[in-house]
C-alpha cells in the first residue's frame, strides 16, 4: 500500500469509497434515515476542485489500482468551530473491507505530518459518532457535540449529532 497524494483521476474511486464508507460504517452510530441523507450528498461532492486547490492537502492510500482510503486537510482556520486551530482536517473515509487495519491510521499521521511541515500547530474536525473512537485513539480531544444537517448541500434537512475535535501536533 502507497499513501500518495490524491489526482482528478481518482475522483470516481474516491465518491464510491465515500458513499460506501457511509452507507456500511455510519449505522453504527445514526439511524438509516440519517445514514441515507449523508449519502446522498456524496453524488454531488466536488471532489476534484478540493484535490486541486491551493491550502489542501488531499491524499489516497491504494493498493495497486484500488484506492482504500482518502483523506483531506485545509490548510487554513476553520470557521463555525468553537475551539480555535490553524487547519482543518476535512475529511478521513475507509474502505469498509480495510476497516480497523490501520490504513486510517496511517493517512492520518502523513495528513498531520505534512499539515505540520506547512507551519500548521493545530487541527481541528468534526467527526460522526462512529468515529470519535478513532479519533480518540488518534490524540484528538472532544471540544463539544452539537446537530448537524447532513448534506445540507443538497438540502436533506436530516439531522443528528457531531462532535467537533481538535488536537496539538
Not at 470516481?12 to 453504527?28: D, F, S, V
Request: with cysteine; aromatic share 6%.
Amino acid at each position: 500500500m502507497q499513501i500518495r497524494d490524491a489526482t482528478v483521476t481518482d475522483t470516481k474511486q474516491i465518491r464510491t469509497l465515500h458513499r460506501t464508507a457511509i452507507e456500511q460504517l455510519g449505522g453504527q452510530a445514526y439511524t438509516d434515515t440519517q445514514v441515507t441523507a449523508w449519502a446522498r450528498g456524496c453524488s454531488s461532492a466536488q471532489y476534484a476542485p478540493a484535490i486541486e486547490a491551493d491550502g489542501v492537502v488531499f491524499l489516497v492510500a491504494d493498493r495497486g489500482t484500488d484506492i482504500t482510503a482518502f483523506g483531506s486537510v485545509r490548510l487554513s482556520p476553520p470557521e463555525a468551530y468553537h475551539a480555535s486551530a490553524d487547519a482543518e482536517l476535512t475529511g478521513l473515509y475507509v474502505n469498509p473491507s480495510t476497516a480497523r487495519s490501520g490504513v486510517g491510521t496511517q493517512v492520518c499521521t502523513e495528513l498531520e505530518r505534512r499539515a505540520a511541515g506547512q507551519g500548521v500547530e493545530t487541527i481541528s474536525l468534526s467527526a460522526s459518532l462512529n468515529a470519535v473512537p478513532f479519533y480518540t485513539a488518534q490524540g484528538y480531544d472532544r471540544v463539544q457535540t452539537h446537530t448537524h444537517e447532513f448534506s445540507p448541500h443538497v438540502g436533506t434537512g436530516v439531522t443528528g449529532e457531531i462532535v467537533e475535535m481538535r488536537k496539538e501536533l
